[in-house]
């Protein structure tokens, strides 16, 4: 048997089950008395949606998005006007640009054309052959494209003009950022591996060829697009010897800058070319260790010597060399060819993106190259300087020392930072060293629970953009001009919390009748919408849409899909946006407007219109703990409230902001949860907990939230309390395996991609080599301390010590790769339990943290089995059973149900033991 037989034989097992169980349904999935299907998955792999693409022509008239299907696979592009009835699909397209007249849309289909459509029309120009399309080039009115399979393989277009330049045995092209010069690297068509370069002006038809050789690897444009460095490797040569060489326009030919040799060292080699300094004078690139070969750890004369004193984890340091070893950024003045070196070993630069005038770095230094371990390591301890790009020179930068997170500003002027207690931001000045608070004025709350306080510098760093947990400010880094609260407090008084639309359109100081748009999500309804603003007007601000939806939660935590959470996107030349809305009850749609009060609807996707479908509820209830928590009751809209449900609770951190969230139906959700349509349109209630966590004793808050969550729904006529069910994955499947130690409350419990043993994770090394500790000491853990301070805490909240405790049935769910819940911390749950005759499975995957493809497919069914025996009482499937022998493993999925009612027994403990 080869070794695609298992993987042959578990899809037929699993379309086999999944058809019978659709044959098995088919009495619910016809419409009978006017009563909807149910979702099963026969609709998983067919249900259609628009992927977060959208785009709106220049002049506003057209717009553009694609349709996906899972079980197709390619995408169809839609492209539609605004008005009127026009509309094109068109399959095969991965996407596709407007022409900047707002005439013709580009695009190649997977045929190898290169398709221009006439907007407004059917009218399809295609050129056979293209493989690739510069959409950067379109921009600026040039059609570039490469052809296949002829010795002319690259096309130069001038969409104003309509000339066109073709090039033969083209290998390679780059395009300067502007004013339209490119760089072709020609073959001519020989077999000797020499290569030529040419610059070619496309406004003036000048052509200069100025080099030849082997091996270039980059070229990259000074911003003025006068020059240009390349970098080349010569791989005939032992050690891949690299140069870089310079070249300014109209020059008779390019000089080698740098070599190996030239850089004054044996332990540096040169790796790559970065980008020139802002006006040109200096080319940044960077270097790397020269590496010695990996030891063999298994010749028997090597030993690992793991040291106390060791800065880095040898785990972690073998990681490093395996990955190439680091790189070192440097710096060459192209007139004097003197490289300085601006890291050194252990440093790294800090907002490499940070242009200003590009005459300094601000550079960190930390031995230990591990961040969660700042708060012990000694190594990991950040010393900070201010190097100069001009001469190397260092000065110390003692204040960065105890600074959490400093940012630069956008020209480099200014630092701006918040204290370690996050009440205030402060400001730095970099030419004289001033520190200022820029917001002791101010009575706010500056931490922001989804989203980076500091959104935008404004130009020539005049202001800077600052999101407070609700509002948005703008603030003079100087503190001279006052601070300008944009939405007037009303974010704070009214719990919205408020995020600038089209950021980038902001570039200086706002002035009075300066109007901006807002997205706005109310922390307590969850409804979302838009605020409009203008500077000046007194008052709130402008109500413009809010409902129960969901537009734009901009910078939202991932419980927002990104397919569904899309920034509303501007016509350049018309006061038009293109819009996507959606809602836990409606599929994501597009829409217009112009003013965000009234929108116009362009399309008309509602595959969930035809299925039982999901119908959200808000609660609020008080946790054990006295704090008021709130949480999402999913109900399908034949709920009957003189019937008795059961119901599952499925909870990670705090999900109430999804209210409105429209969740589509697949095997599983987010790779290892419940799908929530599934089981709610089978009967099934899903209630969705907020969770609230105390740092030192994280799983006191789970408790309390979701035990209280179980009383509550439990004194509720609809619900069967004798069969309610708890599951969770990742963070969520940690909660569960402590909950199943503590409580007897629930009938069935499923915990995936989960630690069971918080002592051994604490101390072990992840598949990637890292150290677990600073997930328990600083992360989503939240132990907030080591081991030894909270050694009871650690011991009550590990799940495998409490084992013993457990009457409710589990199934657990493990990827064997799974880097951050490993396998074996797993297994000890499963182990202990199986030890303790408790009813438990594990369900071992060749994945990591979730599941894909048919691995999906086989969990999603094996877990609505399990939950479908304990909470609706079906015959169990046969692996719960009997389970599934290793000898017949890819050949039997014992997915078959019993024929009648029995339930899974006793283990084989033995009485006594």
């Not at 026969?42 to 002049?59: E, F, G, L």
């Not at 039982?612 to 399908?636: C, F, R």
């Not at 339990?833 to 086989?858: F, N």
Request: charged share 20%.
């Amino acid at each position: 048997m080869n070794n695609r037989t298992p993987l042959l034989l578990l899809f037929i097992a699993l379309s086999h089950w999944v058809f019978g169980q659709n044959k098995m349904l088919s009495d619910h999935s016809n419409y009978i008395g006017g009563e909807k299907k149910v979702v099963d998955s026969s609709v998983y792999n067919t249900w259609p949606s628009y992927d977060p693409r959208m785009y709106i022509s220049n002049d506003g008239k057209f717009v553009m998005y694609f349709e996906t299907n899972p079980s197709l696979q390619h995408t169809t592009l839609c492209v539609q006007s605004v008005k009127g009835n026009w509309l094109l699909k068109l399959k095969n397209v991965d996407d596709a640009f407007f022409s900047n007249n707002s005439q013709s849309v580009y695009f190649i289909n997977r045929g190898d054309s290169l398709c221009t459509l006439k907007l407004g029309t059917n009218l399809i120009d295609y050129i056979p052959n293209v493989i690739a399309l510069n959409s950067d080039a379109l921009k600026r009115d040039l059609l570039i494209y490469e052809l296949k399979g002829n010795d002319t393989n690259l096309v130069v277009k001038n969409l104003r003009n309509e000339s066109k330049s073709s090039y033969s045995f083209v290998k390679r092209y780059w395009l300067s950022d502007n004013d339209n010069k490119m760089i072709l690297q020609f073959s001519g068509g020989n077999t000797n591996g020499i290569d030529s370069l040419v610059w070619i002006n496309l406004n003036k038809h000048t052509r200069y060829a100025f080099w030849q050789g082997r091996g270039v690897e980059k070229v990259i444009f000074n911003d003025e697009s006068t020059q240009i460095a390349y970098i080349t490797a010569d791989k005939s040569e032992k050690g891949n010897k690299k140069a870089i060489w310079y070249y300014t326009e109209g020059a008779k030919g390019g000089d080698i800058l740098l070599t190996d040799s030239m850089l004054n060292t044996n332990e540096l080699v040169l790796n790559d070319i970065l980008r020139f300094s802002k006006e040109g004078e200096r080319l940044f690139f960077n270097c790397k260790d020269r590496l010695l070969p990996l030891p063999k750890v298994n010749d028997e004369s090597t030993v690992e010597v793991w040291s106390y004193k060791d800065a880095v984890l040898q785990s972690e340091q073998v990681m490093a060399l395996q990955n190439g070893g680091r790189s070192y950024l440097m710096v060459v003045n192209v007139d004097h060819h003197q490289p300085l070196r601006i890291e050194r070993k252990y440093e790294s630069v800090v907002y490499w993106d940070v242009r200003g005038k590009d005459d300094f770095f601000l550079v960190q230094e930390a031995a230990g190259m591990e961040p969660g371990e700042s708060n012990w390591n000694e190594a990991c301890q950040s010393t900070w300087y201010k190097v100069s790009t001009t001469s190397a020179q260092r000065e110390r930068m003692f204040l960065l020392d105890t600074i959490p997170f400093p940012m630069v500003s956008k020209e480099a002027n200014f630092l701006i930072y918040q204290n370690k207690e996050r009440t205030d931001y402060f400001t730095y000045e970099m030419s004289t060293g001033v520190v200022r608070n820029i917001t002791s004025k101010i009575k706010t709350d500056w931490t922001k629970k989804h989203a980076p306080g500091i959104e935008k510098w404004l130009d020539n760093d005049e202001g800077v953009v600052i999101n407070d947990h609700n509002d948005v400010w703008i603030l003079d880094p100087k503190g001279e001009k006052a601070a300008l609260n944009l939405t007037h407090g009303y974010g704070r008084r009214n719990d919205i919390v408020f995020f600038l639309l089209d950021i980038e359109s902001i570039h200086r100081f706002p002035v009075n009748g300066d109007r901006f748009i807002f997205s706005a999500f109310n922390n307590q309804t969850k409804d979302n919408g838009f605020y409009g603003v203008t500077v000046g007007k007194s008052g709130a601000p402008d109500l413009l849409t809010m409902g129960p939806y969901l537009y734009c939660a901009k910078y939202h935590p991932d419980f927002f899909p990104g397919n569904l959470n899309v920034e509303p996107v501007k016509a350049k030349d018309a006061q038009l946006y293109l819009v996507k809305r959606s809602s836990a009850r409606e599929s994501g749609n597009y829409y217009v407007t112009s003013d965000f009060k009234t929108y116009a609807k362009l399309t008309n996707l509602h595959p969930e219109s035809n299925y039982n479908w999901v119908v959200p509820e808000l609660h609020t209830w008080t946790s054990l703990d006295g704090h008021s928590l709130q949480g999402i009751l999913y109900k399908a809209e034949n709920f009957d409230a003189t019937k008795k449900y059961p119901v599952i609770f499925e909870y990670y951190e705090q999900k109430s902001d999804r209210l409105n969230v429209y969740i589509a139906p697949e095997s599983l959700s987010g790779y290892c949860s419940i799908n929530i349509p599934t089981y709610v349109s089978n009967g099934y209630l899903v209630f969705c907990p907020d969770i609230r966590y105390d740092i030192g004793d994280p799983m006191q808050g789970t408790y309390d939230a979701v035990i209280s969550a179980a009383h509550y729904m439990a004194r509720k006529d609809f619900v069967d309390s004798s069969k309610m069910a708890i599951t969770g994955c990742s963070w969520g499947g940690i909660q569960t395996n402590y909950l199943v130690t503590h409580s007897g409350l629930f009938a069935a419990a499923n915990a995936n991609s989960s630690l069971g043993d918080w002592v051994s994770s604490y101390s072990a090394l992840s598949l990637e080599g890292h150290s677990q500790q600073a997930a328990y000491e600083m992360g989503q853990i939240r132990m907030g301390s080591n081991l030894w301070e909270k050694k009871d805490i650690y011991l009550k909240n590990s799940p495998v010590l409490s084992a013993d405790k457990v009457t409710t049935p589990i199934l657990l769910m493990q990827g064997r790769n799974d880097g951050a819940c490993t396998f074996n911390n797993a297994m000890e749950f499963f182990t202990s339990l199986r030890r303790l005759g408790k009813r438990s499975w594990l369900l071992a995957y060749d994945a990591g943290h979730g599941l894909e493809g048919t691995y999906a497919v086989d969990f999603g069914i094996r877990q609505r089995q399990f939950f479908d025996h304990y909470l609706k009482g079906t015959p169990p499937p046969k692996w719960m059973m009997e389970g599934v022998p290793v000898e017949r493993r890819g050949v039997e999925s014992g997915l078959g149900l019993y024929d009648k009612y029995v339930t899974p027994g006793v283990g084989l403990l033995r009485a006594g033991k």
